[in-house]
Nanobody, 130 residues
Framework: QVQLEESGGGLVQAGGSLRLSCAAS????????IAWFRQAPGQEREFVAS????????????AVKGRFVISRMNTPNNPKNTVYLQMDSLKTEDTAVYYC???????????????????WGQGTQVTVPS
């Protein structure tokens, strides 16, 4: 099992930056891949970025590639790990609730599919006003 808690959202002007954090509390014997998704009002939840347990493999949606960077800090033998989403050059269309999600790496098939993830955080709001 894993518990996820996002933080770092807020209001930022277009062109600005924010860093989101996802604090993951988990069983130390399991390796979880963690992803960020976002959901704007009236829209489907969409994939933003993902990172493997080791941090050696990352993926991004085309909408954020080159502007966002996902990273993670795993502490050996510590059940708490943190995944970050550095968001630069923010646009109005980045406005959404951002969720982190986790799934056992061995179970993962399509990292960009929301249906692959069993564990979700409560979300954090990011607003980029026009």
């Amino acid at each position: 099992q894993v518990q996820l808690e996002e933080s770092g959202g807020g209001l930022v002007q277009a062109g600005g930056s924010l860093r989101l954090s996802c604090a993951a509390s988990q069983d130390t014997s399991s390796k979880y891949l963690i992803a960020w998704f976002r959901q704007a009002p009236g829209q489907e939840r969409e994939f933003v970025a993902s990172i493997s347990w080791s941090g050696g493999s990352t993926e991004y949606s085309d909408a954020v590639k080159g502007r966002f960077v996902i990273s993670r800090m795993n502490t050996p033998n510590n059940p708490k790990n943190t995944v970050y989403l550095q968001m630069d050059s923010l646009k109005t269309e980045d406005t959404a609730v951002y969720y982190c999600a986790a799934e056992l790496e061995r179970n993962m098939v399509e990292v960009n599919s929301k249906y692959e993830y069993e564990y979700w955080g409560q979300g954090t709001q990011v607003t980029v006003p026009s």
